[in-house]
Structure formats: C-alpha cells, structure tokens
C-alpha cells in the first residue's frame, strides 16, 4: 500500500481507467449531483414561508440535502471533478503518475459533469412537470427514468453493503429523493389506480401505469448497463449459469439415495 493513502490508490486507478469509461463515469456523476440540487431546491421552493421568516434554516435544510447527491457518487465509484482536484495532483507529487494525466483527467471528467448536469436539466428537469398537478403522459414517462434510476441505484449500493444498518442507509438516501421529487413508479402509479374510481381506471391506466413502467425500464437501465460497462466485462457468472440445472440434479441424486436407503 502507498504511504500517502487511499486516496493517492484511487488517483492511480483513475489514471489507468479508459477514457470512454471515464467519460461515462463523470457524466453519471453529473447527474446524481443533479439529484442532490434538485432536492435542494424543492427544499428552498417549498418553503417560503420559512423562507421569508428564517431564511437561515432553509439554507441548513438544503445543506442537508444535497449531499444525497455526493453520497451516491462516492458509493458508486463515479468521477467528479472537485475530488481530482485533490487526488491527481497527490499521485503526481509522488510520482506514482505521470504529470500530464492531471490535464487529461481534469478535461475529461469536467465535460462528462456538464454532459450529465446538462442532460438532468434539460431532460429530467425540464420536462418531467414536477410542479404540474397533473402531469401528461410524457412527463410521467420522464419521471418514472428518475424514479427508477434512483431505486436502482439504492438497490446497487445495498449490494454493496455488509452490515444491516449500512444496507438501510444506503437504500434510504436515494429513495429520499425519489419520494420527494420524482414519484412515477410503476408500483406507486397501481397504487393510485386502485384508490381511482373505477370509471377512471382505463384513464389512469393508460396515462399513469403505462408510462411509469415504459420509463422504469430505461431507469433501470441507466442504472445496469453502465454497471455491466463498467465493472462485469470480463466476469463469466463466476460458475453461476448452471445454478438452477445443479440444484434440479441435486434433487434427482436425493431422491435416488433415499430410494435406494429404502
């Protein structure tokens, strides 16, 4: 291990990551932080009443909140530009990286951040209605991508997880988020159609159960695939393909021992 930290580890890692990984990787992080600004400022804007009596517990509630963001980040192992700033230069004082992979780092990461901060505003932001009462169905497709990427990701984190407790936290901060600012999920929109009057479950279905589902698939799979990218390209199942076809041999040999006991 390096004298220096994990830190210094981590820049090392960084510096050995393809580009297009790291591209990608950064332009995730842009729009989990995304997340964390958006929960911010529905902190702020629902708010104003406590806004115009006591602006300073506002701003202490949105310090509380946004981190969500910065939290996802870190358990998912995503690139953001402000940690770099620290890490790179580390590495490069110690020699354990060459000096020019703080500009090639620093340029890419920063323009995956904005690719990812621009595409939660203009995307996920923009035209998922979040202050309309009653979204259409578009916007109830766009919400349900948030809402799903994030569950997906509180399910990734807690796999990542040993302790009870830290399988709990690292569920409860994205679906924080998503109960707050995003609520499209298939389940939650069967949910609303149950407690509809049935001459409007047709409507409901169509409008609200529909679109949630569609946009939860490519949800979860902003939330798998980039997984898959990342970090399964080389990993074989690890010998697991055959699981079920083992454990109906396995049955087989027990009974066959067990009539033959008899």
């Not at 729009?31 to 929960?39: D, N």
């Not at 020699?95 to 703080?102: C, L």
């Not at 393909?241 to 109906?248: I, L, P, Q």
Request: hydrophobic residues 50%; aromatic residues 14%; charged residues 10%.
């Amino acid at each position: 291990m390096l004298p220096w930290g994990s830190e210094g580890i981590l820049a090392v890692a960084k510096h050995n990551t393809r580009y297009d990984k790291t591209l990608f990787k950064a332009s995730l992080a842009g729009v989990m932080l995304s997340f964390g600004g958006l929960f911010d400022v529905i902190i702020s804007g629902g708010s104003a009443g406590l806004q115009a009596s006591n602006p300073g517990i506002v701003k202490i509630l949105g310090g509380f909140v946004f981190p969500v963001g910065l939290v996802t980040i870190v358990l998912q192992g995503l690139e953001l530009l402000t940690s770099n700033l620290m890490t790179f230069p580390m590495a490069v004082l110690k020699g354990a990286i060459p000096w020019w992979s703080i500009p090639v780092n620093w340029t890419i990461v920063f323009f995956g951040n904005l690719a990812g901060s621009l595409f939660f505003a203009a995307v996920l932001s923009k035209y998922d209605g979040l202050v309309v009462v009653t979204p259409d169905w578009y916007q109830i497709f766009i919400r349900g991508i948030g809402c799903n990427w994030l569950v997906c990701v509180a399910v990734w984190q807690a796999a990542g997880a040993r302790e009870t407790y830290s399988k709990i936290i690292a569920i409860w901060f994205p679906i924080w988020v998503f109960v707050a600012s995003l609520p499209a999920c298939t389940f939650a929109s069967m949910h609303d159609i149950s407690c509809s009057m049935v001459s409007m479950i047709s409507d409901q279905f169509h409008r609200s159960l529909i679109a949630a589902f569609l946009g939860n698939i490519i949800g979860a799979l902003f939330v798998g695939l980039p997984a898959v990218y990342f970090y399964l390209g080389d990993w074989h199942a690890g010998g697991l393909r055959d699981v079920e076809e083992v454990r109906v041999e396995r049955k087989i040999f027990n009974t066959i021992d067990s009539e033959r006991s008899v």
